[in-house]
């Protein structure tokens, strides 16, 4: 809160007379104020903290009511006549000044512009404070008002609160607590994004759940999380759940994900280690690109969260880039958290008849992405190389870029044995067909240029041969469906030539050398099946 004291500490030295300051943390808002107020080495001249709502009226500093001021109007006209050093601060004016669609009150609106020129000339310091959940003024006003960002709180606000909270229910006994010192600042960050009083509800739902505290509790943080996020309209909190080992190959890729699992940890930047900016997955259509920002999520407890580019520019002219600002603050109040921009060459692409508003929000949005501070892993997914804007790609916007090639053969195995093996779960489908090498590996090998998705859709497709016959699933029903596909690189072979020679020198392969080595080999061809585009290095 050091940022807040210091920015209301000056405007109030300066005589600011109106200020707005966006919360829905009243009571967090008005200690914050109190704290700067009355103290001298802060202001110089202490003030008093005057209180008004729409329940109570006004309040002096010491606890008297003025009467016949819960109406706003009249509230103004008393606020007006105060003669002392003064903050005085209104926490239910929003409505009357529109917000909620809601006509603005000329009278209000009026009273408020007069409040502002009294409070700038008179002989004494005094301040008029809105406290409102939603940062909405009437055009008159837009000059008059200067808006203060206040934070939600930080991480130590929220481990004071969990630490109380497990003192507390350690000492009744009822709960046992099952997480070490890195559990609960796993926890504290998870609530990051969150009110004090959401975080202690977090937790409490957390403690009475099953009677335990512990690391498996993070997912009840993120269900209280989600409800930010569904009320800012532009993101969309993921809840389909990967895990990372659900995708076949891309070893070099989680590799380089799981070395990065906890690096926005405290214990991380105590070693000099900044938490990573992000990745960029590049590549062949249906080859597990959306796949992976769904497992790294899922892998590193963090919530997922998708950035949908077409809402950012909906609505009225004028309001995208406002749409950017606000999917930016919402994913950073949420950190950390993983933020998923799916086809982002489509989403930037732009057109001449946008006035430049795609260049400014691509803009904006690569500024965040070079000066960010909060733990915000931004995974961009993209299947037009043509379509990336060279900003996006140098250095400083994404840790790497990697290129995701259709699969090798020890990956179309490794695909092969994911999705039948999900399927063979059921006893109707399982039957005698036994998953073993013999049949990975003709499958495998059957299967050379098909992408993973088309893997999957040939399994689909083998079901539904034997659901038609209301049989288990056979070894012949994977064989003609997957004869019965022609792949992607068979209908689009010019244009995967083109994208892995694009990758050549400006991505790094997905797809682990030895797994390329071992594919060739069996192949006999450094040109038969297999990646071609992507540097071949090792992490």
Known sequence: MAGFRDTLSKLLKARVP??????????????????????????????????????????????????????????????????????????????????????????????????????????????????????????????EVTVVDFPLPAEAEIRAVLDAMISANTASGRIRIDVDERGRERLAKAALGLTLHEAENAFARAMVDDGVLDAHDLSVVHEEKRQ?????????????????????????????????????????????????????????????????????????????????????????????????????RTAEAVSPCVLWLDEIE???????????????????????????????????????????????????????????????????????QVHIARRLRHPAVAGDLALDHALLTELSELSEGYSGAEIEQAVVGGLVDAYAERRPLRRDDLLRALMNMVPLSVTQAERLDAVRAWAENRAVAATAAEDWDLDNRAAGSAHAGGPQGGRRVEF
Not at 104 to 109: C, Q, R
């Open 346 to 416: 489509k989403g930037f692409a732009g057109g001449s008849g946008d006035s430049g508003t795609s260049a400014r929000v691509f803009g904006s949005f690569l500024t965040w992405m070079q000066e960010k501070t909060r733990p915000v892993f931004v995974i961009a997914t993209a299947n037009d190389f043509a379509g990336l804007p060279p900003e996006l790609l140098r250095k400083g916007r994404f840790d790497e870029i990697f290129f995701v090639d259709l699969p090798t053969r020890a990956e179309r195995a490794a695909i092969w």
């Open 18 to 143: 109106v200020l707005l300051v966006e919360s829905y943390e009243e009571q967090r808002v008005l200690a914050e104020i109190a704290a700067v107020a009355q103290d001298a080495l802060q202001v110089r001249t202490p003030r008093g903290l005057w209180t008004w709502s729409a329940t109570r009226g006004l309040v002096s500093p010491d606890g008297g009511g003025r009467q016949g001021t819960t109406g706003a109007e009249a509230a103004l006209d008393a606020a007006q006549r105060i003669e002392e050093p003064a903050v005085v601060v209104f926490t239910d004016l929003h409505p009357a000044l529109g917000a909620g669609g809601r006509p603005a009150e000329p009278g209000v609106v009026r009273r408020l512009r007069d409040l502002a020129a009294a409070f700038r000339s008179g002989p004494v310091p005094r301040t008029l404070v809105l406290v409102s959940p939603v940062p909405h003024l009437p055009v008159e006003l837009a000059k």
């Open 228 to 328: 930010a996020v569904r009320r800012s309209g532009l993101l969309e909190f993921v809840d389909d759940s990967v895990p990372l080992g659900d995708i076949g190959g891309l070893e070099n890729l989680k590799r380089w994900l799981a070395k990065r699992d906890g690096s926005w940890l405290a214990e991380a930047a105590a070693y000099g280690l900044p938490a990573p900016r992000g990745v960029l997955i590049t590549g062949v259509p249906g080859c597990g690109k959306s796949l992976t920002a769904k497992a790294v999520a899922a892998a590193w407890g963090l919530p997922l969260l998708r950035l949908d580019i077409g809402k950012v520019f909906a609505g009225l002219v004028g309001s995208s880039e406002q749409n950017m600002r606000g999917a930016i």
